[in-house]
């Protein structure tokens, strides 16, 4: 990013939480934003803070006494956007709900995100990311034939469904307030922003071209042309070869001359045995070798470590390491048309 930073007008309150929350005041920040972390008394650091909780500067508030609420509510005065974490109702108690907030501040962007939304059966319980996206499909689609689901880490639903769809909803209000001169309250819902991040799956779907029954679809492990397979030193790469022409170079530089034809469902065993046979000749770094430059769509499985070293993340200079801890560079990249 460089030049002026897009958000550098405006300030924003962030009570602490967890996971989305806190990635979502990161993101601010490095967007420019004047982001002040909202603390309780004796609160210790959140797990990740390394890098998610970097970029603010952090108050102290107790909101159960009237002396915090209204330290708190003096900061939300002069708000642009207001990040607030907590089950449905527990603002409202406090005293910050956005009735309140509103009232005090009709410009204020009031975001709220929980894991099930404000209403709704579950609302009132708890949750965590893998309980969040297993009501909505989405975790029973991910794993291979015959196995169980597996979790996705916590990446589609907390910051795929949560903090993406909270930044989404709190950058279009404050675009609308501009035009209007009066704020909004966002209510994301990680189960929502999931549903929505499924939305090719479900066409796919639709039109019958994805199956409920798991691995053995193109994207889900299903295809032998989009999987990990072992290398000789017991590392992995992962092929992507959708298209006719990435097929093609696939084959061509495994060398396999008497591969079955791509889409032909029946032969996929085969085909999945020829191409794990063929990537087991060789250790990953020579399979790479292989296929620099080409249009074969693979790429090696690395660690978090080895990721820091790849020249294409060197160059970009997009993950860096200090202390043995690791950093991700801040994203996207905006420039400033001149």
Excluded at 52 to 58: K, L, M, N, Q, Y
Excluded at 153 to 178: E, S, Y
Excluded at 191 to 202: N, Q, R, Y
């Amino acid at each position: 990013m460089t030049g002026r930073r897009p958000l550098e007008d405006i300030r924003v309150v962030e009570l602490s939480g967890i996971g989305p929350s806190r990635y979502t005041g990161m993101l601010l920040a490095e967007l420019g934003a004047d982001v002040v972390l909202v603390t309780r008394p004796g609160e210790a650091p959140k797990r990740a803070d390394s890098v998610v909780g970097r970029g603010r500067r952090t108050v102290t508030a107790d909101l159960k006494s009237e002396q915090g609420r209204e330290h708190v509510l003096r900061l939300i005065d002069e708000a642009d956007l207001f990040i607030e974490p907590y089950r449905p109702g527990v603002a409202e108690r406090l005293g910050i709900g956005p009735d309140v907030c509103l009232a005090r501040n009709r410009r204020l962007v009031y975001g709220r995100i929980t894991g099930w939304g404000q209403d709704g059966p579950l609302a009132a319980t708890a949750g965590h990311d893998i309980n969040y996206i297993a009501i909505t499909g989405v975790l029973h689609a991910v794993g291979r034939a015959g196995g169980p689901p597996q979790p996705p880490l916590n990446l589609v639903g907390d910051f795929g469904g949560g903090t993406m769809f909270l930044l989404l909803g709190m950058l279009a209000a404050l675009h609308q307030r501009d035009i209007t001169g009066v704020g909004s309250v966002i209510d994301t819902s990680i189960v929502d922003g999931t549903l929505s991040l499924a939305g090719f799956i479900l066409g796919l779907r639709n039109e019958g071209q994805w199956s409920d029954d798991r691995g053995t679809n193109l994207l889900d492990t299903g295809a032998p042309y989009y999987d990990v397979y072992q290398t000789a030193d017991d590392n992995w790469v992962a092929v992507g070869a959708i298209e006719p022409q990435f097929f093609a170079e696939l084959m061509r530089l495994l060398t396999i001359d008497d591969a079955p034809t791509q889409n032909d469902r029946e032969q996929w065993p085969r085909l999945r045995a020829l191409i794990g046979a063929a990537v087991r000749q060789r250790t990953r770094d020579e399979w790479m070798r292989v296929f620099e430059g080409t249009d074969a769509c693979v790429a090696p499985v690395l660690t978090f470590a080895e990721a820091a070293r790849h020249p294409h993340i060197v160059a970009r200079r997009a993950l860096t390491e200090s202390g043995g801890q690791l950093f991700p560079a801040a994203a996207p990249r905006i420039t400033a048309a001149e």
